[in-house]
């Protein structure tokens, strides 16, 4: 037997959860495929218009929007970002003990600069 | 046999999605095709026993980029984008070059030596989770890195509210 | 390898194991689809009764059959694809979100050594799957090509990725005090208080976490997405039959998933707390699974009653609720569980 290596490393523990993913998807997609045997289609020009409340449609429909749309998912991700880093220093805390107390502290103060800097531009402001 | 056979299915894949990705003629459909990319990424990460790692590929590239992605194609104007000019008049040129790369790499290939067997092994690594030895060093032996991290973190909330707010 | 007196090729150990995940699979997964179809029953009740009406009543004893006539009726509708949407998108977007809910299931314990799979990052896979609810919102409204979808969309998505931020950084007091991201570990620690569970400790991450948890499922107070006096439905305006019914069905597992979280990480999931078990022994021959589905129980009732009581948020209050309230919420919390478990030393 030759020394479990990235090379023949199986992570049987995450099998399942593959084997639920596929089991997942092909219930989404088999409940639609079984369905789509049974069900009628009567379809005409106007039930297959896009929905004005009876009226026909006016316009583009993926017309530009707010800028603030952009803002918002760019501080999602920076501050997704701080929470990944944030996992594995709660894991360790324990161990490392002041020392890490102190560096969290300092990267939490960081962010916590933007943060401010983002109300105080009005970031969050909705209208 | 097994191990192989995954790593295998998971390369393959991702070479044919990347392909996909840059030949669907809708940004939408190429995000929907990175997005299952992304899943495969993580796939590989778990055959190197680094799941806190494929665990984050999925929450901050599908979960959180990705979605970025979206939020600026949705600002493009796609119906330009899909019925413009397909590829670059260059696009020879580029071929060309990645083909040469592509036989250079294959002809290395017979060279290569695996590295001497590290601290780390996977039975370490199971041993205390890959969550908690990748926090213990980040934390004591890379902890200058991750201090700059926050930084970089700060000029990204600073450039992205400060280059939209020129643009209203 | 021997079995029943027989040599079997070796071939068979990983297709028996294979097998017993998907039975394994199968159960959870009908048990929750089982579960999806009474919370829609129970809280058409629920509400019922609260508004002093009786809520659904004639199909089977007391409407008890309802369900079943919902799932029946969906099926058999047409399933209507606007003629001017990007139909592949428009027609794989139901199923994103169904897929990340069901796949969420893997990693919750029901009772102790319940588990599909017993992953050392569980905690994180939720997370993952979580944010994966962002695709099915934003697909469906960009493929509908309808004002309405697209508008609801945009908000939906704006919303759900607002509140993922307050939501991840919720738990990581729980991380912190328990020092492990798989579940099973996180109930096991929360044993070693006398009062067994996090919510003491905690208080302000649950909080955090469940108004967290209202808006990532879209559920009232805030389904604005869904706000039919302005947005008709929202992204799924468009959708019919079988289609719409998945994204009905996402946000209930989304919901039971989210209340299943609760439990794990702040109400010591199948567990009782040991004060209560040392002064009532009788306590402890009750079997896990019962506690655990009393308190999810507890926690989808919740959703019902915040329903049927809070009234629907504007857009902006929800934005600045998220990250005007909640964001400093979940980071004092993070200082103060770290300050705190420094002098205490752990």
Same mark, same amino acid.
């Given at each position: 037997?030759?020394?479990?290596?990235?090379?023949?490393?199986?992570?049987?523990?995450?099998?399942?959860?593959?084997?639920?993913?596929?089991?997942?998807?092909?219930?989404?997609?088999?409940?639609?495929?079984?369905?789509?045997? +049974?069900?009628?289609?009567?379809?005409?020009?106007?039930?297959?218009?896009?929905?004005?409340?009876?009226?026909?449609?006016?316009?583009?429909?993926?017309?530009?929007?707010?800028?603030?749309?952009?803002?918002?998912?760019?501080?999602?991700?920076? +501050?997704?970002?701080?929470?990944?880093?944030?996992?594995?220093?709660?894991?360790?805390?324990?161990?490392?003990?002041?020392?890490?107390?102190?560096?969290?502290?300092?990267?939490?103060?960081?962010?916590?600069?933007?943060?401010?800097?983002a109300w105080k531009k009005e970031a969050f402001k909705w209208d | 046999m097994l191990p192989k056979i995954f790593f295998g299915y998971f390369a393959i894949a991702m070479v044919v999605l990347s392909l996909l990705i840059i030949t669907r003629r809708n940004p939408v459909h190429?995000?929907?095709?990175?997005?299952?990319?992304?899943?495969?990424?993580?796939?590989?990460?778990?055959?190197?026993?680094?799941?806190?790692?494929?665990?984050?590929?999925?929450?901050?590239?599908?979960?959180?980029?990705?979605?970025?992605?979206?939020?600026?194609?949705?600002?493009?104007?796609?119906?330009?984008?899909?019925?413009?000019?397909?590829?670059?008049?260059?696009?020879?040129?580029?071929?060309?070059?990645?083909?040469?790369?592509?036989?250079?790499?294959?002809?290395?290939?017979?060279?290569?030596?695996?590295?001497?067997?590290?601290?780390?092994?996977?039975?370490?690594?199971?041993?205390?989770?890959?969550?908690?030895?990748?926090?213990?060093?980040?934390?004591?032996?890379?902890?200058?890195?991750?201090?700059?991290?926050?930084?970089?973190?700060?000029?990204?909330?600073?450039?992205?509210?400060?280059?939209?707010?020129?643009?209203? | 390898?021997?079995?029943?007196?027989?040599?079997?090729?070796?071939?068979?150990?990983?297709?028996?194991?294979?097998?017993?995940?998907?039975?394994?699979?199968?159960?959870?997964?009908?048990?929750?689809?089982?579960?999806?179809?009474?919370?829609?029953?129970?809280?058409?009740?629920?509400?019922?009764?609260?508004?002093?009406?009786?809520?659904?009543?004639?199909?089977?004893?007391?409407?008890?059959?309802?369900?079943?006539?919902?799932?029946?009726?969906?099926?058999?509708?047409?399933?209507?694809?606007?003629?001017?949407?990007?139909?592949?998108?428009?027609?794989?977007?139901?199923?994103?979100?169904?897929?990340?809910?069901?796949?969420?299931? !893997?990693?919750?314990?029901?009772?102790?050594?319940?588990?599909?799979?017993?992953?050392?990052?569980?905690?994180?896979?939720?997370?993952?799957?979580? *944010?994966?609810?962002?695709?099915?919102?934003?697909?469906?409204?960009?493929?509908?090509?309808?004002?309405? *979808?697209?508008l609801g969309g945009l908000r939906s998505s704006a919303q759900v990725i607002s509140y993922e931020v307050p939501m991840g950084l919720s738990l990581v007091g729980v991380m912190l005090l328990s020092g492990s991201l798989n579940l099973t570990e996180i109930v096991k620690a929360?044993?070693?208080?006398?009062?067994?569970?996090?919510?003491?400790?905690?208080?302000?991450?649950?909080?955090?976490?469940?108004?967290?948890?209202?808006?990532?499922?879209?559920r009232t107070p805030f389904d604005l997405p869904e706000a039919e006096s302005e947005l008709v439905a929202g992204y799924f305006v468009e959708y019919s039959g079988m289609r719409f019914a998945f994204y009905y069905a996402a946000e209930y597992i989304g919901m039971i998933v989210?209340?299943?979280?609760?439990?794990?990480?702040?109400?010591?999931?199948?567990?009782?707390?040991?004060?209560?078990?040392?002064?009532?022994?009788?306590?402890?021959?009750?079997?896990?699974?019962?506690?655990?589905? !009393?308190?999810?129980?507890?926690?989808?009732?919740?959703?019902?009653?915040?329903?049927?009581?809070?009234?629907?948020?504007?857009?902006?209050?929800?934005? *600045?609720?998220?990250?005007?309230?909640?964001?400093?919420? !979940?980071?004092?919390?993070?200082?103060?569980? *770290?300050?705190?478990?420094?002098?205490?030393?752990?």
């Amino acid at each position: 037997m030759s020394p479990i290596t990235p090379g023949n490393y199986l992570p049987s523990e995450y099998l399942p959860i593959m084997i639920l993913m596929i089991i997942a998807g092909a219930f989404g997609a088999g409940a639609l495929i079984v369905g789509a045997l +049974f069900r009628i289609r009567r379809s005409y020009r106007e039930k297959l218009m896009p929905y004005e409340s009876g009226n026909p449609p006016i316009g583009e429909p993926r017309y530009r929007f707010s800028v603030k749309f952009y803002i918002i998912a760019m501080l999602f991700v920076v +501050f997704d970002v701080e929470a990944v880093f944030l996992y594995p220093w709660a894991l360790v805390y324990d161990k490392i003990g002041l020392y890490a107390l102190i560096e969290m502290m300092l990267f939490i103060t960081v962010l916590v600069v933007g943060y401010i800097y983002a109300w105080k531009k009005e970031a969050f402001k909705w209208d | 046999m097994l191990p192989k056979i995954f790593f295998g299915y998971f390369a393959i894949a991702m070479v044919v999605l990347s392909l996909l990705i840059i030949t669907r003629r809708n940004p939408v459909h190429s995000v929907l095709w990175m997005l299952v990319l992304f899943f495969h990424i993580a796939g590989l990460y778990l055959l190197l026993n680094a799941e806190f790692l494929a665990a984050v590929q999925v929450i901050l590239y599908a979960g959180a980029i990705l979605v970025l992605f979206l939020f600026v194609i949705m600002m493009l104007n796609l119906k330009e984008e899909i019925s413009g000019e397909r590829f670059e008049g260059a696009w020879p040129l580029g071929v060309s070059v990645s083909a040469i790369i592509f036989v250079l790499m294959l002809l290395t290939t017979g060279d290569f030596v695996h590295g001497p067997v590290g601290k780390y092994t996977i039975e370490v690594i199971k041993s205390e989770t890959h969550a908690k030895a990748l926090g213990k060093l980040l934390y004591t032996e890379y902890l200058f890195p991750f201090e700059i991290a926050s930084l970089i973190l700060l000029i990204a909330i600073v450039g992205a509210i400060v280059l939209a707010k020129r643009r209203s | 390898m021997n079995v029943f007196g027989m040599t079997v090729p070796a071939g068979f150990e990983l297709a028996t194991s294979i097998a017993i995940i998907i039975v394994k699979i199968a159960v959870i997964v009908a048990v929750t689809m089982l579960h999806v179809l009474y919370a829609t029953y129970f809280e058409r009740k629920v509400i019922g009764h609260m508004q002093v009406r009786l809520g659904p009543m004639r199909v089977g004893y007391h409407g008890i059959l309802q369900p079943f006539a919902d799932g029946i009726k969906l099926f058999f509708k047409e399933d209507v694809v606007p003629a001017e949407a990007d139909k592949t998108v428009f027609k794989i977007a139901p199923i994103i979100p169904v897929f990340a809910t069901l796949s969420a299931v !893997a990693v919750i314990p029901f009772f102790d050594g319940f588990v599909i799979a017993n992953i050392n990052v569980g905690l994180l896979y939720l997370f993952a799957m979580s *944010s994966l609810a962002a695709y099915g919102v934003i697909m469906a409204g960009w493929a509908s090509n309808s004002k309405y *979808s697209f508008l609801g969309g945009l908000r939906s998505s704006a919303q759900v990725i607002s509140y993922e931020v307050p939501m991840g950084l919720s738990l990581v007091g729980v991380m912190l005090l328990s020092g492990s991201l798989n579940l099973t570990e996180i109930v096991k620690a929360q044993q070693q208080y006398w009062f067994g569970m996090y919510l003491i400790p905690q208080f302000l991450g649950y909080f955090v976490f469940m108004v967290s948890a209202f808006a990532e499922t879209n559920r009232t107070p805030f389904d604005l997405p869904e706000a039919e006096s302005e947005l008709v439905a929202g992204y799924f305006v468009e959708y019919s039959g079988m289609r719409f019914a998945f994204y009905y069905a996402a946000e209930y597992i989304g919901m039971i998933v989210m209340s299943c979280v609760a439990v794990i990480c702040f109400w010591g999931g199948w567990t009782l707390p040991p004060v209560l078990v040392d002064a009532v022994p009788a306590l402890a021959a009750v079997p896990g699974i019962v506690w655990f589905l !009393a308190k999810v129980y507890f926690h989808v009732f919740l959703y019902y009653w915040v329903r049927a009581t809070v009234p629907r948020y504007r857009y902006d209050q929800l934005m *600045s609720l998220g990250w005007k309230v909640l964001l400093p919420l !979940a980071l004092a919390n993070i200082v103060v569980t *770290s300050v705190v478990k420094f002098f205490a030393g752990s």
